[in-house]
Nanobody, 117 residues
């Protein structure tokens, strides 16, 4: 059973930085089937949106709104995925969810990020 646990959220002033972590368990390290892990966020009253993804082949993809400010990375041996967030803006606030996609979508419980102006 895939389980994802996020950590690292919090309150930060605009212009500051945070690093989110996602610990994945129950995922296969050795597989011929590609998978993607990523971060999504949801602000109050808005739909969940993609922030950044990284594939099992280490290809990355970012939302236009975070390009140049956020960086996704992973520790393959430890099954960890990180999201380094720099130059944070109030509009980056929301609940950030870790996602694992391989045949199905799996989600963590989310971690709150609040950026004050």
């Amino acid at each position: 059973q895939v389980q994802l646990v996020e950590s690292g959220g919090g309150l930060v002033q605009a212009g500051g930085s945070l690093r989110l972590s996602c610990a994945a368990s129950g995922v296969s390290k050795i597989s011929s089937t590609p998978y993607t892990m990523g971060w999504y966020r949801q602000a109050p009253g808005k739909q969940r949106e993609l922030v950044a993804t990284i594939t099992s082949g280490d290809s990355t993809n970012y939302a236009d709104s975070v390009k140049g400010r956020f960086a996704i990375s992973r520790d393959y041996d430890q099954n960890l995925v990180y999201l380094q967030m720099n130059s944070l803006k109030p509009e980056d606030s929301g609940v950030y969810y870790c996602n694992y996609r391989r045949f199905s979508d799996y989600w963590g419980q989310g971690t709150q990020v609040t950026v004050s102006s």
